[in-house]
């Protein structure tokens, strides 16, 4: 019945375009390849390209933004599955480059602020982050105008800024720019902050860019303290990738807040947007609604124009306010299905989950809007705000990868959904994807979680507990395994046995709210990501069940469970047809 409703709705648009008509049809050849079941003995053979290698392994990885099918080797990591589904650069295998790249980030780790720096930051409101890092900018030797002379998108919000900068970015390269992408934080990788179009910076360019920047800051030191923090030195290093690279546009996300966010040290972004607000860093932006709000709206530039899904309506009054005050234009976007009323692109909308509905939207016309500011005519320019969907934008959303972030990764009998949600708004996004992805499954579910910093769990785990039911669960540190911590996961805030407290006192409020509701307490706490695992394992056949595991509660977790299963070592399997 699939195939033949996506026949009839390949006739029914009687003027559909050539790359249309031809997705139309490699998803018809796709739904009849899955409808053959391959034997797990059998091995296909695969051609070989740069994209897969030639294995019997087929992947499905289901992200919010793509739903697809990769050739990954037997004998590849579990990263490879999350991290890199077209394959990983040359240099990435390399031993030398490899080391050369921990030995940048172990240098680069010690500017990670410890717990008195940040307090001494928040208790003294005289420091002004955007000062500073114009500072250190002149210092690396690369002045503020010579950094405007790129063009940029700026991205601000509580809930989806990474997804909607990853959507725009993908949408742009879709129709030919040079793209930079800053984001943080890093899943497993720090090199994955920093891309360019669409990939992480090979790790022998970081290592490249780092040093001389690195090593001219040291220099003009006028004291031992006198170094730009590991968030700005990172934004410094992203605007020297940028300017040397020479990308045609360069999508940037702020860090906390925006008004005093390093990253606001640009002053003639034109497309500016702010997505979905809740409270958050409560210490640094403010207490209400509005306060956080006023913070975010600080990226507003003069005259440029701000696109947001923000519905609360005494936030939009606080970016309206300080849109007016720079005469900047303010857009409130459309619902995302309102750009698939087209035939063309109507059968679409159900593979899109909550993550794209929620930002894709926004992520259209912030890309619409740099398109029309871009002497170009090899693209059409549509009225502001109008819902309209055309072939660049849907092949952008289609095939935006975004690892982490609603993750669907099949492997060794075990369905693993990756989600890095640390705020309750995000979190509620999380648990319905995950409860309708396993709704009617009879499969065990389990849960693996961690929360870092000190905000309260209990409004997360009531979330989790009151959509899902888990038949285990495990409370963990972001540690993957005794083997010691990967330079590119060290956090310098919260020690390994710092964390494992953390994760205790986690359980214990688990715990407590299993008392107060009559629920049975499955959970335990466990020293490592990799103990969690192996006791999944011994509590479960992997054999004779199918498992769905939640791993959430931070991206630093997501970055540990990957590195984690890089040690089991266990033969993936194939997966047929979409999950």
């Given at each position: 019945?699939?195939?033949?409703?996506?026949?009839?709705s390949?006739?029914?648009?009687?003027?559909?375009?050539?790359?249309?008509?031809?997705?139309?049809?490699?998803?018809i050849?796709?739904?009849?390849?899955?409808?053959?079941?391959?034997?797990?003995?059998?091995?296909?053979?695969?051609?070989?390209?740069?994209?897969s290698?030639?294995?019997?392994?087929?992947?499905?990885?289901?992200?919010?933004?793509?739903?697809c099918?990769?050739?990954?080797?037997?004998?590849?990591?579990?990263?490879?599955?999350?991290?890199?589904?077209?394959g990983?650069?040359?240099d990435?295998?390399?031993s030398?480059?490899?080391?050369?790249?921990?030995?940048?980030?172990?240098?680069?780790?010690?500017?990670?602020?410890?717990?008195?720096?940040?307090?001494?930051?928040?208790?003294?409101?005289?420091?002004?982050?955007?000062?500073?890092?114009?500072?250190?900018?002149?210092?690396?030797?690369?002045?503020?105008?010579?950094?405007?002379?790129?063009?940029?998108?700026?991205?601000?919000?509580?809930?989806?800024?990474?997804?909607?900068?990853?959507?725009?970015?993908?949408?742009?390269?879709?129709?030919g720019a040079?793209?930079?992408?800053?984001?943080?934080?890093?899943?497993?990788?720090?090199?994955?902050r920093?891309?360019?179009?669409?990939?992480?910076?090979?790790?022998?360019?970081?290592?490249?860019?780092?040093?001389?920047?690195?090593k001219?800051?040291?220099?003009?030191?006028?004291?031992?303290?006198?170094?730009?923090?590991?968030?700005?030195?990172?934004?410094?290093?992203?605007?020297?990738?940028?300017?040397e690279?020479?990308?045609?546009?360069?999508?940037?996300?702020?860090?906390i807040?925006?008004?005093?966010?390093?990253?606001?040290?640009l002053?003639?972004?034109?497309?500016?947007?702010?997505?979905?607000?809740?409270?958050e860093?409560?210490?640094?932006?403010?207490?209400?609604?509005?306060?956080?709000?006023?913070?975010?709206?600080?990226?507003?530039k003069?005259?440029?124009?701000?696109?947001?899904?923000?519905?609360?309506?005494?936030?939009?009054?606080?970016?309206?306010?300080?849109?007016?005050?720079?005469?900047a234009?303010v857009?409130?976007?459309?619902?995302?299905?309102?750009?698939?009323?087209?035939?063309?692109?109507?059968?679409?909308?159900?593979?899109?989950n909550?993550?794209?509905?929620?930002?894709?939207s926004?992520?259209?016309?912030?890309?619409?809007?740099?398109?029309?500011?871009?002497p170009?005519?090899?693209?059409?320019r549509?009225?502001?705000?109008?819902p309209?969907?055309?072939?660049?934008v849907?092949?952008?959303?289609?095939?935006?990868?975004?690892p982490?972030?609603?993750?669907?990764?099949?492997?060794?009998?075990?369905?693993?959904?990756?989600?890095g949600?640390?705020?309750?708004?995000?979190?509620?996004?999380?648990?319905?994807?995950?409860?309708?992805?396993t709704?009617?499954?009879?499969?065990?579910?389990?849960?693996?979680?961690?929360?870092?910093?000190?905000?309260?769990?209990?409004?997360?785990?009531?979330m989790?507990?009151?959509?899902c039911?888990?038949?285990?669960?495990?409370?963990?540190?972001?540690?993957?395994t005794?083997?010691?911590?990967?330079?590119?996961?060290?956090?310098?805030?919260?020690?390994?046995?710092?964390?494992?407290?953390?994760?205790?006192?986690?359980?214990?409020?688990?715990?407590?709210?299993?008392?107060?509701?009559?629920?049975?307490?499955?959970?335990?706490?466990?020293?490592?990501?990799?103990?969690?695992?192996?006791a999944?394992?011994?509590?479960?056949?992997?054999?004779?069940?199918?498992?769905?595991?939640?791993?959430?509660?931070?991206?630093?977790?997501?970055?540990?469970?990957?590195a984690?299963?890089?040690?089991?070592?266990?033969?993936?399997?194939?997966?047929?047809?979409?999950q």
């Amino acid at each position: 019945m699939t195939v033949i409703r996506l026949l009839n709705s390949v006739h029914k648009n009687t003027k559909p375009s050539l790359r249309a008509f031809l997705l139309r049809m490699n998803d018809i050849k796709q739904h009849i390849r899955n409808l053959v079941t391959i034997p797990p003995s059998s091995t296909p053979t695969h051609a070989s390209s740069s994209s897969s290698s030639s294995s019997h392994f087929t992947m499905l990885s289901q992200l919010p933004f793509r739903i697809c099918q990769e050739q990954l080797s037997n004998a590849s990591p579990f990263e490879d599955l999350v991290l890199y589904p077209k394959g990983r650069s040359n240099d990435d295998k390399n031993s030398e480059v490899n080391a050369a790249f921990e030995t940048a980030i172990q240098e680069l780790n010690k500017l990670q602020p410890n717990e008195q720096t940040i307090r001494r930051s928040v208790e003294n409101p005289k420091i002004n982050t955007v000062k500073d890092t114009v500072k250190y900018l002149e210092r690396s030797g690369l002045p503020l105008n010579v950094v405007e002379q790129l063009s940029f998108i700026h991205v601000s919000g509580t809930k989806g800024k990474g997804s909607t900068c990853a959507l725009v970015e993908s949408i742009l390269r879709q129709y030919g720019a040079r793209t930079g992408f800053f984001s943080s934080p890093h899943v497993l990788a720090t090199n994955e902050r920093i891309r360019i179009d669409g990939e992480p910076l090979a790790k022998q360019k970081f290592v490249n860019y780092f040093w001389p920047v690195y090593k001219r800051l040291m220099a003009k030191r006028e004291n031992e303290t006198d170094m730009p923090a590991y968030f700005k030195f990172l934004t410094i290093l992203s605007f020297h990738v940028f300017v040397e690279e020479n990308v045609d546009v360069a999508v940037m996300e702020v860090g906390i807040g925006g008004e005093q966010d390093c990253t606001n040290v640009l002053r003639n972004v034109r497309t500016v947007g702010i997505t979905s607000l809740g409270l958050e860093h409560t210490e640094l932006l403010g207490n209400t609604m509005e306060q956080i709000a006023w913070q975010k709206a600080g990226i507003i530039k003069p005259y440029s124009h701000v696109y947001t899904h923000v519905t609360q309506p005494e936030c939009l009054k606080v970016i309206r306010d300080r849109a007016l005050e720079k005469q900047a234009t303010v857009h409130e976007v459309p619902a995302f299905e309102q750009y698939f009323k087209h035939n063309l692109y109507e059968d679409y909308w159900p593979t899109f989950n909550e993550v794209i509905r929620l930002n894709g939207s926004l992520a259209i016309q912030l890309a619409y809007d740099w398109l029309r500011q871009t002497p170009s005519t090899l693209h059409r320019r549509y009225p502001i705000n109008e819902p309209r969907m055309c072939d660049e934008v849907f092949l952008g959303l289609r095939n935006c990868h975004w690892p982490g972030r609603c993750q669907l990764v099949q492997f060794q009998g075990m369905r693993l959904h990756l989600d890095g949600a640390h705020t309750k708004e995000s979190m509620r996004v999380c648990t319905d994807w995950f409860w309708k992805s396993t709704s009617d499954s009879n499969n065990p579910k389990i849960l693996i979680f961690n929360r870092t910093g000190d905000s309260d769990p209990m409004p997360m785990l009531k979330m989790l507990s009151e959509k899902c039911t888990f038949d285990m669960i495990c409370f963990v540190p972001n540690v993957a395994t005794v083997k010691g911590i990967n330079p590119n996961q060290v956090m310098i805030r919260s020690s390994a046995e710092v964390q494992l407290k953390r994760a205790h006192a986690i359980a214990r409020s688990w715990d407590e709210m299993c008392n107060a509701t009559n629920q049975i307490n499955n959970s335990r706490v466990y020293s490592t990501v990799y103990d969690a695992f192996s006791a999944i394992r011994e509590r479960f056949s992997i054999n004779n069940h199918e498992l769905d595991v939640l791993i959430t509660g931070s991206i630093h977790l997501l970055g540990a469970t990957i590195a984690a299963l890089n040690e089991f070592h266990i033969k993936a399997i194939p997966v047929n047809g979409h999950q």
